[in-house]
């Protein structure tokens, strides 16, 4: 079983930037596909990004593409979210998660416990 920590989060003005981390230990990382997600108050939480296992594929969601992306540093076992120009409807709980092995995508589990990014108007 792996485990993630999600870091990173908080209170920024729209236009601005923030950058995630998720720390995961446990399973073998490397071999993983990795994934960023989010749930906003009232709301079902939906994709935002995932990398495969070797970092070479990236798929964002379309809110987010052109702004968002997603990186991995498998020495680090860490999954990378670097967010620009915020706008307030990106704000929500951000979660990473690990999906199928040698893939670059899920079913997604081991989720973290979420860092929280709040975009000011």
């Known amino acids: 079983q792996v485990q993630l920590v999600e870091s990173g989060g908080g209170l920024v003005q729209a236009g601005g930037s923030l950058r995630l981390s998720c720390a995961a230990s446990g399973r073998t990382f490397s071999s993983y596909a990795m994934g960023w997600f989010r749930q906003a108050p009232g709301k079902e939480r939906e994709f935002v990004a995932a990398i495969s296992w070797r970092g070479g594929t990236t798929f964002y969601a379309d809110s987010v593409k052109g702004r968002f992306t997603i990186s991995r540093d498998n020495a680090k076992n860490t999954v990378y979210l670097q967010m620009n120009s915020l706008k307030p409807e990106d704000t929500a709980v951000y979660y990473c998660?690990?999906?199928?092995?040698?893939?670059?995508?899920?079913?997604?589990?081991?989720w973290g416990q979420g860092t929280q990014v709040t975009v000011s108007s």
């Open positions: 998660a690990c999906g199928r092995a040698y893939s670059d995508s899920g079913p997604w589990g081991s």
